[in-house]
């Protein structure tokens, strides 16, 4: 499955070199930067979700303090598509963690060895659950922003949960790995 790799100091390595021991495999294995389809739809959806949540929290933002009134067809929908991008990107990321070749390192370091290595522990831990703790953070921001009748009230949830969210997402994404 692995090509050779550019690995270390720029020169190339055979995973079936001989002289390779388990440990330097492994590290192959997680800085390893060849992209499966569903790896790359995480990654290009990423800019999108994104992209589409900053835009709804600076709305709601604006919104909330210039009292501006929520119009359903602009203010709505922005806040619905940034919902619904957050959502399709959580389940290309749930798909994505059971097939990326890095899920396999749970068996193969333990769950003590994926603790220990920082970029693992990122990767297999950090991201997935931060990242869920911020969609449920900005789907409750969209509920109970629906609840609410006056104008203020609905772009003050948004701004806070889908801030907070953002905030969150962008704490825990690998960075080193996508850009
Ligand atoms: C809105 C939420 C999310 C955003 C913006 C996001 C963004 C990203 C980005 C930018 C990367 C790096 C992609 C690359 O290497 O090019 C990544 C990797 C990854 N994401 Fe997410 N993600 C989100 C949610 C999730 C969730 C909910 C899960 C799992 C339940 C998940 C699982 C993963 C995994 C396993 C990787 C590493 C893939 C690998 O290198 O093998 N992501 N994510």
């Known amino acids: 499955m692995y090509k050779n790799l550019t690995f270390g100091w720029g020169f190339f390595i055979s995973?079936?070199?001989?002289?390779?021991?388990?440990?330097?495999?492994?590290?192959?294995?997680?800085?390893?930067?060849?992209m499966g389809i569903v790896q790359t739809l995480h990654s290009y959806w990423a800019y999108l979700t994104l992209a589409m949540l900053v835009i709804?929290?600076?709305?709601?933002?604006?919104?909330?303090?210039?009292?501006?009134?929520?119009?359903?067809?602009?203010d709505l929908r922005i806040s619905l598509f940034a919902l619904i991008f957050t959502h399709i990107q959580?389940?290309?990321?749930?798909?994505?963690?059971?097939?990326?070749?890095?899920?396999s390192l749970w068996s193969e370091l333990g769950v003590g060895g994926?603790?220990?290595?920082?970029?693992?522990?990122?990767?297999l831990v950090e991201h997935p659950l931060t990242n869920i703790l911020a969609i449920i953070l900005i789907t409750i921001g969209w509920s109970?922003?629906?609840?609410?009748?006056?104008?203020?009230?609905?772009?003050?949830k948004i701004a806070f949960f889908y801030t907070l969210g953002l905030v969150l997402l962008l704490a825990r994404i690998p960075?080193?790995?996508?850009?």
């Open 90 to 103: 959580f389940l290309i990321g749930l798909v994505l963690y059971f097939v990326s070749e890095r899920f």
């Open 56 to 74: 709804a929290a600076i709305n709601a933002i604006m919104g909330y303090f210039n009292s501006k009134p929520y119009i359903m067809g602009k």
């Open 175 to 179: 960075w080193d790995q996508w850009l």
């Open 15 to 34: 995973p079936y070199h001989p002289s390779l021991s388990q440990k330097s495999l492994l590290l192959i294995k997680l800085k390893n930067k060849d």
């Open 144 to 156: 109970k922003h629906k609840k609410i009748e006056n104008a203020k009230g609905k772009f003050g």
């Open 114 to 123: 994926v603790m220990k290595n920082e970029l693992a522990r990122l990767l």
